[in-house]
């Protein structure tokens, strides 16, 4: 296992490089830079031109490119065009938001995707299996922005049970337990949004999962030997048809940081989606490959913790 996980951290290094290169150059390829937006008519052009100057933007993409991987590898992620102050900074003040935003995402997907399929999967092709399918598909198809909007017209402007914007209430002094209540309180509904395509794909899935791994023969086997349906449900049949959920738990860690730039947008919820959805519309490329790159890693650690996952759930998986 250990020679496994040295050659896969070794591999992540080209991947990473590959990903900034793409990244960089994608950001290259965009018409105007950061100032491009910002002319005004009662400044003279040389402010702008000294500004290039002074964040490197009269270099060459090649050079810019060396200068932001030699600075990204010490840790530093560069100033922002916009903001004028160090991408770390704007990281660090927002990345407790995006990662409580995405572990209440995580956890309402799984607490109500694995019951609803295997509910689904115990009476397929019942009533209640067609009424899940049929939900799931909506939900699947349902744009993210879409379902925020119509949460918010719904939860916020109509029944007024949820607020439609920010992380906690404004002047409310909560500390502690009330602290975390009201955080709750205010992430539900972008959590659900978030939460609601991997709801609908994740109770598809594990429905048919289920259904696969009943008609196995290690399963007729445990019936054969007279246990009781829990027993080889809890025991036989979940443990194995919820093993390939431990991939798509690799790949949702992603969320925790660059997915939910949409989500945050409409919520006006301050995190690194947000900034990252500012980034781009300002151009401000030292925060897009900030919170790519990190994105991108957190996608990498996140399959290679699947990977340890498999072996610890599956003894008969072993990396040699």
């Not at 030997?225 to 809890?234: T, Y």
């Amino acid at each position: 296992m250990t020679t496994y996980l040295i050659r896969r951290i070794l591999t992540m290094i080209p991947m990473m490089v590959l990903i900034s290169v793409i990244l960089f150059t994608m950001v290259q390829l965009a018409p105007g830079d950061a100032f491009s937006g910002q002319f005004d008519p009662r400044v003279d052009a040389s402010y702008y031109e000294k500004m290039r100057e002074k964040f490197g933007l009269n270099k060459s993409p090649v050079e810019q490119y060396f200068i932001w991987a030699k600075n990204f590898v010490q840790g530093e992620f560069g100033l922002s065009f916009r903001h004028r102050m160090p991408v770390s900074d704007l990281i660090s003040d927002r990345i407790g938001n995006t990662v409580f935003l995405g572990v209440c995402s995580l956890i309402l997907t799984y607490s109500l995707a694995i019951p609803l399929g295997i509910f689904s999967a115990n009476k397929p092709y019942s009533k209640l299996d067609y009424t899940l399918t049929g939900f799931s598909f909506v939900g699947y198809s349902m744009p993210s922005f879409l379902a925020g909007l119509l949460l918010i017209y719904l939860f916020s402007f109509n029944l007024k049970i949820f607020p439609f914007s920010g992380t906690e209430t404004a002047g409310g002094g909560y500390e502690g337990i009330s602290l975390l209540l009201d955080r709750l309180y205010h992430v539900i509904l972008p959590a659900f949004t978030l939460s609601l395509i991997t709801i609908a794909g994740y109770n598809r899935f594990v429905r048919s999962s289920i259904l696969e791994a009943k008609q196995q023969d290690y399963v007729r086997t445990a019936r054969a030997k007279g246990l009781s349906k829990s027993v080889v449900m809890r025991k036989h049949v979940l443990r194995n048809a919820l093993i390939p959920l431990i991939t798509l738990f690799g790949l949702d860690l992603g969320l925790l940081l660059g997915g939910a730039v949409i989500t945050e947008t409409i919520f006006t919820y301050p995190g690194i989606g947000q900034l990252y959805f500012e980034g781009i519309v300002n151009r401000d490329y030292p925060i897009i490959m900030a919170v790519s790159m990190i994105s991108a890693l957190t996608v990498l650690l996140g399959n290679l913790l699947a990977d340890i996952l498999y072996a610890v759930v599956d003894p008969r998986i072993r990396y040699e």
